[in-house]
Structure formats: C-alpha cells, structure tokens
C-alpha cells in the first residue's frame, strides 16, 4: 500500500462509536473481546452504519504478521473491529481477563447472518475466489437460504488490478447495494483490499479467508469437538501441509513466545 493511500484510510471516520466494543490488545492488535451472540446483536443494531467500513476475521497468522509488519497493524486496527476467529486468541483474552470472549469465526459468523438475511432483508456481494467456486456458492446459498438476496458476485483477476478496473469494481457493487460485502482473497490480500476501499464502497466489508470454500463445499470444517478444542489449525493443516506446514511452524512459534511468554 503506497503512503498516500495509508494517508487516506486513517482519514476514516466510522459511523459506530468503537468505543462500545471492548478490545484485548494482543501483540499490538485490539482484538474485540466478544461472543458470536454480541457480534449478532451488534450486527442487527448497526448494520447500516457500518456501510463502508470493514471487520477483520483475525486468528495467530493476522496476529503475528500485523506484529512484524506497521502498515498491516494499522489495518488490523483501521476497521471497526478485528474478531477472534483463531481460538489462541481468545484463549488469551480469557487469560487477561476478559471472560465473555470466545472464538468467533467468520464461516460461523456468516452462517448466522445468512439464517437472518431473508426476515432482514439482507443483500449480499461477494468478492473472490474463482468464478467456479462462487457459481458453487451461489447455488447453495439459494437452497440452503430460500430467499436469500445475492445482488452480486466477482472474481478478480490474479494479479493486480489497474485504476479503471478498480473503479468498475467498485461502480458494480455500489450498484448492487448490498448490506454484506464478503470478501474472500485470503489474508493479508483481503484485509489490504478493504482497507484501500473504506469510504469507498456501500455495505459492510467482511473479510472471510476460507469462508467462500466452505460454502461451496470445496472444502470441509473441522469436526466441531476440533473445533471447540481450538484444533480446527491441525485439522486445517492435514488438508494443506505443503501450504499451511511453513506459515505455521513460524507464526505459532511467535505467537506463543510473544504473547504467552512475554506477555504482549
């Protein structure tokens, strides 16, 4: 992200008083010290006023990255909110004291917004992935949530994208007026897109990782004892070793001497 466009997301002034959602610094990262049934409730209240802004789905990967790298910090922090989508996290949190934090993960958090989107009258965008698995996604969003409302579906192209197909990016989605933006470029790339486009699109920027692959049923969730056992990263890794082997042996190790160890 060049300096200017760094300039102009701090420049951001959210509609929601941040101050309302309670926050556990974590390696420098004010992770929200929430529940699911909070974010919901918050969800409800707000949605309108959170159109332009955006949450991050952050877990031990985010973290550490946002600790070993400013500009990342400063998108972690720049949205509304950075959920605890890794269980690690909330474990901490709990650790320090905040005992209605637990781990709130983006697939479950779009799941739950999905089963109230017809009697809110929710619509939704979605952006990433590949144009094969948002077709998947689609067709099962639509049977598994009749009347759910898909007012627009893109996947960009894999490299990046010139200043007049950003602009159409954005005038197509503007366009379709959606509540929810998901975005699925996978971290860091998804958390950078909605921070370079805050202010500029209309509707609530989710940053969802894996979410688009799970809906499409490209790939399966963890059984849900791993999942309430914080094992859903071991699970994720037998799926992906070659990819997730490396990111993992580095980030978890940070992570615990940072933050178990040192304290920060």
């Given amino acids: 992200m060049d300096i200017n ?20 610094n974590i390696m420098g990262v004010e992770i929200a010290a929430i529940n699911m049934d909070w974010l919901i409730k918050f969800t409800k209240k707000y949605v309108k006023d959170l159109s332009g802004d955006y949450m991050c789905v952050s877990n031990v990967h985010t973290t550490v990255t946002a600790y ?8 972690q922090n720049g949205g509304i ?25 983006g697939p479950d958090y779009m ?5 109230i989107s017809t009697q809110k009258g929710y619509k939704h965008f979605f952006y990433g992935s590949t144009n094969e698995t948002i077709a998947k996604l689609k067709r099962v969003l639509e049977k598994n949530y009749p009347g759910i409302q ?25 366009n379709a007026s959606p509540d929810f933006i998901w975005v699925g470029l996978g971290a860091p790339k998804q958390e ?33 004892w791993m999942q309430k056992s914080n094992m859903e ?32």
């Fill in 5 to 24: 466009r760094q300039q102009k997301m701090y420049k951001f002034i959210h509609k929601v008083d941040k101050s309302e959602i309670p926050t556990c």
């Fill in 68 to 75: 070993e790298d400013e500009r990342y910090k400063a998108i």
């Fill in 81 to 105: 909110m950075a959920i605890p989508d890794g269980g690690p996290l909330s474990f901490i949190g709990k650790k320090r004291g905040y005992k209605r934090i637990s781990r709130t993960t």
């Fill in 111 to 115: 799941a739950e917004v999905f089963k």
């Fill in 150 to 174: 898909i007012t627009g579906m893109y996947s960009p192209p894999f490299r990046p994208v010139t200043e007049e197909e950003d602009k159409e990016i954005i005038r197509r989605i503007n």
């Fill in 192 to 224: 950078i897109w909605m921070a370079e486009h805050q202010g500029k699109v209309k509707g609530f920027m989710v940053g969802t990782g894996a979410g688009f692959d799970y809906f499409a049923g490209n790939i399966k969730r963890a059984p849900e």
């Fill in 233 to 264: 990263w071991f699970y994720r890794l037998f799926q992906d070793p070659r990819r997730l082997f490396g990111r993992y042996l580095h980030t978890n190790t940070k992570f615990i001497w940072n933050s178990y160890i040192k304290g920060r």
